[in-house]
Structures are given as C-alpha cells and as structure tokens.
C-alpha cells in the first residue's frame, strides 16, 4: 500500500532551502519515492492556510520504503541543512487499499 509524505513547510532561508531540495530530491529517487506536489501555496477553501507556508506530498512504495528513507545515510545530509533552512510539520500517512 502507497504511503504518502506530507510536509507543511516555512521557508526560513531560502538559498539553504534550495540546497535541502536538491539532497532530499536526489534520496527520495534513491528509495523510490517521487514528489505529487512540491512546494505549492494550497488554496484554502476551508479553514485557513498561512500565506508563508507550501505543502510538500511525495509517495513512496510503502511504509517501509518511507521510513528507510527517513532515516537513510542518502538523506541524512538533507536533514542537517533543513534545520537551518526550513521549519516544517512532517506526516507519514498510509493511502487507501483498493
């Protein structure tokens, strides 16, 4: 069953944030993932989206997959840049089995 990865992000830096994107890019591929939307300002048409944050969604094969990646030496070096670069809430949601 897919798994879907959910990311709310703040921009803090934007030139470390493009460093970020670019590791994360490349170690999501690594682990079969691939981005559904990327970095998109979400209409609200219900409640409220603040203006400074973009929604991320990247699917993975499964939740393993999902979670190798995450904790994977490939992306490790994603993960220290984001620190500096972006405040984000991160979700691992499972996708509706058929």
Same mark, same amino acid.
């Given at each position: 069953m897919?798994?879907?990865v959910i990311s709310e992000v703040e921009v803090l830096?934007?030139?470390?944030a493009d460093t970020y994107r670019a590791l994360a890019e490349d170690s999501i591929r690594?682990?079969?993932g691939r981005y559904l939307v990327?970095? =998109?300002?979400?209409?609200?048409?219900?409640?409220?989206?603040?203006? $400074? /944050?973009?929604?991320?969604v990247i699917e993975f094969p499964d939740a393993e997959r999902a979670r190798e990646w995450?904790?994977?030496?490939?992306?490790a070096p994603a993960?220290?840049?984001?620190?500096? =670069?972006?405040?984000?809430?991160?979700l691992?949601?499972?996708?509706? $089995? /058929?």
């Amino acid at each position: 069953m897919s798994v879907y990865v959910i990311s709310e992000v703040e921009v803090l830096d934007e030139e470390r944030a493009d460093t970020y994107r670019a590791l994360a890019e490349d170690s999501i591929r690594r682990h079969g993932g691939r981005y559904l939307v990327r970095g =998109a300002v979400p209409d609200a048409v219900e409640g409220t989206w603040p203006a $400074s /944050e973009r929604l991320v969604v990247i699917e993975f094969p499964d939740a393993e997959r999902a979670r190798e990646w995450y904790a994977s030496a490939e992306y490790a070096p994603a993960l220290t840049v984001r620190k500096s =670069a972006l405040e984000r809430r991160l979700l691992f949601v499972d996708g509706v $089995s /058929e």
